[in-house]
């Protein structure tokens, strides 16, 4: 008797949850986490029961979930492999369970048998309770949100007890970056990891290094010696006092032959081989994201020739340097998150060959983190060197005038810089102030993204986010 | 030509909610008058003379970082910290900063951790963090009617003041020192100490003046005031959270 009552509690969470996500997409929203957190009220072990149908893969870290889950969904559909994904970047654990309820059919059994879900940094503790990933992907960590999470290690700590739960999961972790790679030490998963040579003209100045999130050593708190640097804290690290040290990567990039506005070629080494690609999305970052995406599809042990074609044709993810074209003029939108993302995209943004306009959008809602003092960990020194290049800096978003006060502090011309509040007055401004051939840069923290999103759809037709 | 020298105490180790606009506030504004300015950068094993800044700012950070530069921090500059503040050179410290310039501080595990013991103040440590926007008010500060200071705050720690040290500033909207007294920041001769990141001085350049003026005047006898500078997108984005978190 009990039995059947579970399974009907299941059967009622399955179709209550299919029904708001029905509801929800006609009434135009997206309804990507509302639907599983009913069901989970329903049946609170949903996620284990219908999850241990599915053969999952995990992404998570700070910067890169969104745009390594859509090329390894590009590198599964060049395989011919049925998957289900939250394309729409729920990553809390009634995201995932909404993702899975989608799929699964009504009975609780999977349609398409793969999830590729990427996963908040703290969730997927909670998440590493009720189901074990097959594989997971861990791309960094770097300081963000500090109002959610309280201080950055808690994040590397709680991906930590969330691959203790789960002792049979892959774990695919960048070795270059110190607090990633120390997961994979003294635990009992197989591990595999990647990184980037020391690739001249790449290293990165050791100006004044203001994100200084993980110099010393987290186990000894010794500092680190570098071999050279990549990005932030990424690079070739040692510690002098207790030994710990950048892993051997097993898949690495040796040679960056081009790097454009539009795609970046690179050379990457395998144990089954050495190919060259071209990753179909600019900026140094995603070189990573692309690299943390091909070590994945070497574990799964797909052929090089499909990678390289996934490669050259994923679609970047909803608000992650999307391009949109306007006329003769082009809209890029770029997500901005944290410190490290931001001085990415800045540095992205200087190798641009033409005049251009940005627009920064800063809320300060929950989603977005309420502190906005992170702008001030921003290296904004690229911005100011190619001022001749900006037509025009727009701030907006509730913050917006603290963004212009970091602009001004950052030493770029008060003259240059517009506080506009209201989005299609921005936008309308923006693309009068284009020239034909060139882009407008809209940089939206989370729920500006929302926002900015809404109103390009509106006017330029475009996907719903969670398609 | 007037010229101010700046003391960073441990930037790689002590700079987590963007504490460098503080640095960089000091830095534009003394620029834009025409003022020399020097930056150094201060940490683990490099030599601080009480005699060589004019401005020292020290910054918060987490735990982690705390504990590598304790051992630094009371065997090597207790000392010439501890004499520059009583010389009288401007101070700027915010949020781990301001605990490491006190007495101790208590973690709720009970363990009771040294700090410089410059100032008399102490702090304790909870489970539940005190976290969000942060307004108060600093009675006297120029330039600026209605003497409100906006910032954000994000401490586990609650800070209370002894004998000597006055608060900084009345809580108008937040928790301040320790969310029960009703007192935000402290001050000591030329210290400035205050919970508020967020970052603090781009968006006070009343305060941030008053800190360049004291050191000024310290350090030039003849200097009288500063030239006043245009604010506007600073009074903005003051009056636009003020209005947002007390007028509404």
Redesign the interface.
Same mark, same amino acid.
């Given at each position: 008797m009990k039995r059947i009552i579970k399974l009907l509690r299941l059967y009622t969470a399955l179709f209550i949850g299919k029904l708001a996500i029905y509801v929800c997409r006609i009434a135009g929203s997206g309804g990507t986490s509302f639907p599983g957190r009913i069901a989970m009220k329903i049946y609170p072990e949903i996620l284990r029961t219908i999850g241990s149908g599915y053969r999952i893969i995990m992404i998570t870290g700070t910067n890169g979930k969104t745009t390594t889950a859509r090329i390894i969904e590009q590198i599964l559909r060049e395989n011919h492999i049925k998957y289900v994904a939250n394309k729409s970047g729920a990553n809390l654990v009634s995201g995932l369970v909404t993702t899975l309820i989608s799929d699964v059919r009504l009975k609780g059994t999977p349609s398409s048998p793969t999830a590729l879900l990427e996963v908040d940094e703290a969730a997927f503790k909670v998440a590493s309770k009720y189901v074990h990933p097959a594989v997971l992907v861990v791309t960094n960590f770097f300081?963000d949100q500090?109002?959610r999470y309280?201080? $950055?290690?808690s994040a590397v700590e709680s991906v930590k007890e969330g691959i203790l739960n789960s002792p049979d999961t892959t774990l695919v972790l960048n070795g270059d970056d110190s607090l990633c790679a120390s997961l994979g030490r003294d635990v009992k998963n197989p591990v595999i990891y990647y990184g980037m040579d020391n690739i001249p003209g790449f290293e990165e100045e050791n100006g004044?290094? $203001?994100n200084?999130d993980a110099?010393?050593c987290l186990f000894c708190?010794n500092?680190y010696e570098y071999l050279y640097r990549t990005y932030s804290h990424l690079g070739s690290y040692k510690c002098p006092g207790c030994g710990f040290q950048r892993p051997e990567p097993l898949v690495h990039i040796s040679r960056v032959p081009a790097m454009t506005g539009e795609f970046t070629t690179a050379v990457i080494n395998t144990p089954s081989g050495n190919f060259e690609a071209n990753i179909n999305l600019p900026g140094f970052y995603n070189i990573y994201n692309a690299l943390a995406a091909v070590t994945f599809a070497e574990v799964l042990g797909f052929s090089h020739d499909k990678t390289v074609k996934a490669l050259a044709c994923f679609e970047s993810g909803f608000g992650r340097m999307e391009s949109i074209p306007v006329d003769d003029k082009n809209i890029q939108v770029i997500l901005i998150k944290n410190p490290t993302g931001l001085s990415q995209v800045l540095k992205y943004l200087s190798t641009v060959d033409r005049p251009f306009v940005i627009c920064f959008m800063i809320n300060d809602n929950t989603a977005d983190g309420?502190?906005?003092?992170?702008?001030?960990?921003v290296d904004f020194e690229p911005l100011k060197n190619m001022q001749n290049m900006i037509r025009r800096i727009f701030a907006s978003g509730i913050?917006a005038?603290?963004m212009?006060?970091?602009l001004?502090?950052?030493?770029i011309f008060?003259d240059n810089?517009v506080?506009e509040k209201n989005n299609p007055a921005m936008l309308d401004a923006a693309l009068n102030t284009l020239n034909a051939g060139e882009t407008l840069f809209i940089l939206p923290t989370y729920t500006a993204l929302l926002d900015i999103r809404k109103l390009l759809k509106k006017r330029f037709d475009l996907k719903n986010f969670w398609q | 030509m007037y010229e101010i020298s700046i003391c960073h105490l441990y930037p790689d180790l002590l700079n987590l909610y963007g504490d460098y606009g503080n640095i960089q506030a000091l830095i534009r504004r003394l620029e834009w008058r025409g003022i020399n300015v020097q930056v150094h950068p201060v940490s683990i094993g490099d030599p601080f003379s009480p005699d060589s800044y004019d401005i020292v700012f020290i910054g918060g950070g987490q735990n982690y970082e705390q504990d590598i530069l304790h051992k630094d921090l009371l065997k090597q500059k207790k000392k010439p910290l501890t004499e520059a503040v009583e010389n009288g050179t401007v101070f700027l410290c915010i949020c781990g900063g301001y605990q490491l310039m006190g007495k101790y501080y208590k973690l709720s595990s009970g363990t009771e951790i040294e700090c410089l013991g410059a100032m008399n103040h102490w702090t304790i440590g909870y489970e539940k963090r005190l976290t969000g926007n942060l307004v108060f008010k600093i009675e006297g500060l120029k330039q600026q009617s209605d003497s409100l200071v906006v910032g954000f705050e994000n401490h586990s720690g609650k800070t209370y003041l002894g004998d000597g040290v006055t608060p900084l500033g009345k809580v108008v909207y937040g928790y301040g020192n320790n969310g029960e007294d009703g007192y935000e920041g402290a001050r000591y001769k030329n210290v400035f100490c205050s919970y508020s990141h967020g970052s603090l001085l781009p968006k006070n350049p009343a305060l941030t003046d008053e800190l360049i003026t004291l050191a000024l005047k310290r350090k030039y006898r003849d200097f009288v005031s500063l030239q006043p500078l245009n604010d506007k997108i600073e009074a903005m984005a003051r009056e636009n959270m003020i209005k947002r978190l007390i007028r509404s």
């Open positions: 300081r500090l109002d309280g201080e $950055l290690f004044i290094n $203001l200084n110099s010393y708190k500092k309420t502190d906005i003092s992170w702008l001030y960990d913050r005038e603290d212009a006060v970091r001004k502090y950052a030493g008060t810089i506080i | -």
